[in-house]
């Protein structure tokens, strides 16, 4: 989780130390925020390395069971699961099948992937076409993707039919919606325009369809107070590996 950690600048830290702390669970916030706090006014090294530290604590510890959470939690054991083991809680969770091999960034963007195409395998031929064709798809081709493709579609697919800039509007847009189920739409909405401030290339993915998908469109069950936390973050920071491919 550290080199994942390592490559992100402010505003990322900003975004995950605005998701993991709640009435849900038992971290307090005060040492996040200050930490980062610190980073922000003086960006040595030296602060980057504490910030990092305490957000690969509290991701981990939010890793484990509710009650083994708070238990570790209150006993200070060594910090809760690895983060591969998340990884794959947060896929089963979520009901895909990801690789069990290769590096940490690229299980992150397999999840991903996986996740936004079965996402938009099931929505309806009607918002498929919508998100289609908020992301820069013609009406005409976004009409004969869905005719044809649906069924059984990859990334590799739809980057070849669709074009690399509107795979990646779609990609974040069905992310960043599903993140908002999680912590809330007003509070995702004011994370990923602050994000959007600092990485220039996410104010270009992020489309309309984005601030205008609802529940109705993605239904799924949020499972217990650690499940509210750690499938955003997931998904956040394997985002964040496929933006930094793109950079």
Known sequence: MEAILEKLGIADYEF????????????????????????????????KCELMQTLEKEIRFLGS???????????????????????????KSLKISITKL???????????????????????REHQQQLLRESGVSKEHAEDFVKQHTKNISIPLM????????????????????????IGKNAATKLITEVMKKFPVWAEWVG???????????????????????????LYLGLCVIREENL
């Open 102 to 124: 290769g590096t940490d960034e690229e299980l992150l963007k397999d999840i991903v992937e996986k996740y936004t195409t079965g996402r938009f395998q099931q929505l309806d």
């Open 16 to 47: 995950l130390t605005g998701i993991i702390p709640s009435r849900f669970n038992f971290i307090n916030p005060k040492k996040l925020k200050e930490a980062l706090e610190r980073l922000k006014s003086n960006p040595t090294k030296e602060n």
């Open 159 to 182: 980057i070849k039919l669709l074009g690399i800039k509107s795979v990646q509007k779609i990609v974040t847009d069905i992310v960043i919606a599903t993140i908002s189920n999680y």
């Open 65 to 91: 069971a509710d009650i083994a959470y708070l238990i570790r939690y209150l006993f200070s054991k060594e910090p809760g699961v690895p983060f591969r083991e998340i990884v794959n809680d947060v896929a």
């Open 208 to 234: 309309p369809a984005m601030w205008a998908i609802t529940l109705g469109w993605l239904v799924f069950d949020i499972q217990g107070p650690a499940k509210r936390k750690t499938t955003p973050i997931i």
